[in-house]
């Protein structure tokens, strides 16, 4: 056994530790008497030191050894030691106390002693040649578009956990896709939304514009979480380490720690942000053309994940240094201030968890069914401690959540194929009823982006302020400009599920509400395709010879979606509507969003299934 060097949370905790530190690995002496040489004389010669050994000797001192051990090891487990079965009552003695405890590296050092900038200038000139080349055109030129398949650097299980008489798994099962929101973000197939079309541009037409809207990358766990939370089954491990152990496929719990941080990007999600900044340039760089005498502004908020989501972005796109290429702006998510990037900051009913926490409670109806299973299985590799069906949840967010942090993540082979399809599932559940069609407060919360689109789609500033839209910084032609052809903004998954909701893609919720007793055969909602790390939405401009009018098209992840929830757009074979009819259909969704109501009244929704809407709206709102 080996002293741990992971941080603790409790000053108990911590000198426990030390104590433990200690003992395995001294670093000092136990009294303060100082230690002196003895004098050379004073040793015994080699002639006084002889002894006359024979072999019965020898053997009778195996013998007492091996007694001795046998003695020992029965006085600390009993028959357990011979049989293989370690009993519960001998869990103390197998699990270390800093098992569950947090283990973190800042980095960079605070106080690092060579540390001099005037000696490492960034810039000391002899750049050699720099002339630039054409921007790249992809999405006009190329004959395919290029798929993203998700996360090459990330490794999981090469097989996952199956029972003695597995079910037959599907072919090509991938993990990746079935974490939700937290898978890292991959090009959805053509056609998986209703359009058998590409996102490369239309036979005839031609790219004119990109409203291009993303998430941040991948994240650790955040602060709180309303079911589940990594860190809670951390902390559960670590207060009770003293009283179990964990054989079979939990046995690494014995020697596991927390290495996960909070909220910021982690190195892998830095990197999505920057390839998908490069691919993104490849695809629209041509656009940069029409720049001529301004520079692009794309926008952020705050949060510290959302802005170093937005650099990394920018880095890719521009390249570094980009200072000088761009105009970042960062709107602030705080109470008190209006951001469509964070419209729940001043919609006082998102805040009201009987309101807007409507899928907690149909996450655990659905988690008490699909790993009922899993839960009895693994309790019967884990002694002294009862798991929970949320601790076994917990262990399947800590597989994504791991995975993206460190790489790999062991707890990723403890469970089935459809074992992780429920999971992917309880992640659809959650997010229908707390950010999208199923939740009262979705659309609202979505529609202040929709008329910033609808400003920049007209070029006409925004008539009325009468929802999250800022005031001092849309009416600013600097700080949001109308007439430009490329737009970024970068925004978090519930708010991308807002927006999906605002835009009336009644696609998505055809199915209607989810059900939480079984996994639909056929659902277009899903998750993992519409908001996952990194996610990104393409609202594509075209202009094509045979249609009179500018066309949009949604493309969710390469994906196109079709545009027939929304008013006067027909079924298109490329998924295009008009500009016009796509705005005037926003404008009246606009019109009949009311943020005081939605937002600030006095209304309820009872608990459970009684009451559903599939619309994204607050209790008497009418259609």
């Avoid at 910021?264 to 390839?275: A, E, I, K, S, Y």
């Avoid at 109806?365 to 693994?378: G, S, T, V």
């Avoid at 401690?385 to 995975?403: G, S, W």
């Avoid at 599932?425 to 979705?442: C, E, K, L, N």
Wanted: charged share 20%; glycine share 8%; proline share 8%.
């Amino acid at each position: 056994m080996r002293a741990s060097n992971a941080d603790v949370e409790t000053g108990e905790e911590y000198k426990a530790g030390e104590e433990e530190n200690e003992a395995l690995l001294p670093t000092h002496a136990r009294d303060d008497t100082p230690l002196t040489p003895r004098p050379a004389s004073s040793w015994p010669s080699l002639s006084q030191c002889s002894r006359s050994f024979t072999l019965t000797h020898l053997l009778i001192a195996f013998a007492s050894g091996a007694l001795a051990c046998v003695v020992a090891q029965y006085s600390v487990c009993g028959s357990a030691c011979f049989t293989g079965h370690a009993p519960q009552d001998a869990a103390h003695v197998l699990a270390p106390p800093y098992v569950g405890s947090t283990e973190v590296h800042n980095w960079p050092p605070p106080t690092a002693t060579n540390n001099v900038p005037t000696l490492f200038p960034s810039d000391v000139g002899h750049a050699g040649a720099t002339p630039t080349g054409a921007e790249p055109a992809l999405i006009a030129t190329a004959p395919s578009y290029p798929l993203h398949t998700g996360a090459p650097q990330l490794i999981v299980p090469q097989t996952l956990h199956s029972e003695s008489k597995p079910k037959q798994g599907k072919k090509n099962f991938d993990l990746f896709k079935h974490w939700g929101n937290l898978s890292p973000w991959y090009s959805v197939k053509k056609g998986a939304f209703g359009v058998d079309s590409g996102p490369e541009a239309p036979d005839g037409c031609s790219v004119t514009g990109l409203h291009f809207l993303h998430r941040h990358g991948a994240r650790y766990p955040t602060s709180w979480a309303a079911y589940g939370g990594p860190a809670t089954l951390a902390h559960r491990l670590h207060e009770t380490a003293a009283s179990w152990t964990a054989k079979d496929d939990l046995e690494f719990l014995n020697g596991w720690s927390y290495k996960l941080g909070e909220e910021v990007l982690t190195p892998f999600g830095r990197q999505q942000l920057f390839d998908l900044g490069i691919s993104i340039r490849l695809k629209y760089g041509f656009l940069l053309e029409n720049f001529t005498d301004s520079l692009p502004v794309f926008r952020t908020e705050s949060q510290d994940r959302m802005l170093a989501s937005a650099l990394n972005f920018a880095s890719g796109f521009f390249g570094i240094p980009y200072e000088d290429k761009y105009l970042q702006s960062i709107t602030i998510e705080d109470d008190g201030f209006n951001n469509t990037l964070a419209p729940y900051k001043t919609c006082p009913n998102t805040g009201d968890r009987a309101k807007a926490d409507r899928g907690t409670p149909f996450v655990k109806e659905w988690a008490a069914l699909y790993l009922k299973d899993a839960r009895d299985r693994l309790q019967s590799q884990i002694h002294g401690y009862d798991l929970t069906i949320e601790d076994v949840y917990i262990m399947q967010q800590m597989c994504p959540y791991e995975t993206v942090a460190i790489g790999f993540s062991k707890f990723c082979g403890l469970f089935t194929q459809e074992e992780w399809e429920g999971f992917d599932y309880a992640m659809d559940i959650y997010f229908w009823y707390d950010s999208a069609f199923g939740s009262p407060v979705a659309r609202v919360q979505g529609i202040g982006y929709i008329q910033e689109m609808v400003a920049r789609l007209t070029h006409t500033p925004i008539e009325t302020h009468n929802s999250s839209t800022n005031s001092t910084l849309n009416d600013n032609p600097v700080t949001f400009p109308l007439d430009h052809n490329l737009y970024v903004d970068a925004t978090h998954e519930v708010v991308v599920l807002n927006i999906i909701t605002a835009l009336n893609l009644t696609n998505f919720a055809k199915a209607g509400p989810l059900p939480t007793d079984h996994i639909p055969a056929q659902r277009p909602f899903r998750v993992s395709q519409l908001a996952p790390f990194s996610t990104n939405i393409q609202f594509q401009l075209l202009s094509c010879p045979s249609r009179s009018d500018e066309q949009l098209r949604v493309i969710i992840n390469d994906a196109v979606s079709p545009l027939t929830g929304i008013e006067g757009c027909p079924e298109d074979a490329d998924g295009m509507c008009s500009v016009p009819t796509f705005v005037a259909a926003q404008k009246k969704i606009i019109a009949n969003t009311d943020w005081v109501w939605a937002c600030h009244g006095d209304w309820d929704v009872p608990a459970g299934h009684e009451w559903n809407t599939t619309t994204g709206d607050a209790p008497g709102v009418i259609w």
